[in-house]
Nanobody, 114 residues
Framework: QVQLVESGGGLVQAGGSLRPSCVAS????????VGWFRQAPGKEREFVAR????????VYADSVKGRFTISRDNAKNTAYLQLNSLKPEDTAIYYC???????WGQGTQVTVSS
């Protein structure tokens, strides 16, 4: 069974950093473009960033450009999202997904206090 499992969220003060990770099991993550999305309370799920299969191409939402960095280590079957200069409005559950599949992780909570 193919699964994506996120971890690495937490509670930080504004200006702090976190690095959620997304580990794939049951299939090589290298075959997929991987994306991160987030959903804040009462809001729709929104795109954050995505990375191509080789890692050579990345795309970011305007709201996170210059603060977040998506990366991947295909040998470890893992994708990462480095969150820097966090703001209270970044508070949300962060999910990873494999484009072209129906795979979504269970999410990891990121809470930023002011």
């Amino acid at each position: 069974q193919v699964q994506l499992v996120e971890s690495g969220g937490g509670l930080v003060q504004a200006g702090g950093s976190l690095r959620p990770s997304c580990v794939a099991s049951g299939r090589r993550i290298s075959t997929y473009t991987v994306g991160w999305f987030r959903q804040a309370p009462g809001k729709e799920r929104e795109f954050v960033a995505r990375i191509s299969q080789s890692g050579g191409n990345t795309v970011y939402a305007d709201s996170v450009k210059g603060r977040f960095t998506i990366s991947r280590d295909n040998a470890k079957n893992t994708a990462y999202l480095q969150l820097n200069s966090l703001k209270p409005e970044d508070t949300a559950i962060y999910y990873c997904t494999a484009y072209g599949s129906t795979l979504w992780g269970q999410g990891t909570q990121v809470t930023v206090s002011s």
